[in-house]
């Protein structure tokens, strides 16, 4: 059985910082690709970020290059993503996930983001 916990969201100002982190049980977590998702409230979930199975090769979307850095631990089974810089609309809950390349296959159950102006 697959399981994705996210953890890490809360509430900060304008401005702020946040770390969420991603523990993946349930498969070897150096073969997947993992990524960051955000479903804002009345929006539909969009994509924010992913890395490679060896931890290089990030991707961002262009709202949040240079504010977001996604990371991961292989040794530990979990993945990372340090959010500065934080704006209003970022707030969102955030999911993470896993691919072999072809599909994400794996959701947690999100965690919540909400940054105040």
């Known amino acids: 059985q697959v399981q994705l916990v996210e953890s890490g969201g809360g509430l900060v100002q304008a401005g702020g910082s946040l770390r969420l982190s991603c523990a993946v049980s349930?498969?070897?977590?150096?073969?997947?690709?993992m990524g960051w998702f955000r479903q804002a409230p009345g929006k539909e979930r969009e994509f924010v970020a992913s890395?490679?199975?060896?931890?290089?090769?990030?991707y961002y979307v262009d709202s949040v290059k240079g504010r977001f850095t996604i990371s991961r631990d292989n040794a530990k089974n979990t993945g990372y993503l340090q959010m500065n810089s934080l704006k209003p609309e970022d707030t969102a809950v955030y999911y993470c996930?896993?691919?072999?390349?072809?599909?994400?296959?794996?959701w947690g159950q999100g965690t919540q983001v909400t940054v105040s102006s």
């Open positions: 349930g498969r070897t977590f150096s073969n997947y690709i």
């Open positions: 996930s896993t691919t072999t390349g072809f599909k994400w296959d794996s």
């Open positions: 890395i490679s199975r060896s931890g290089t090769s990030p």
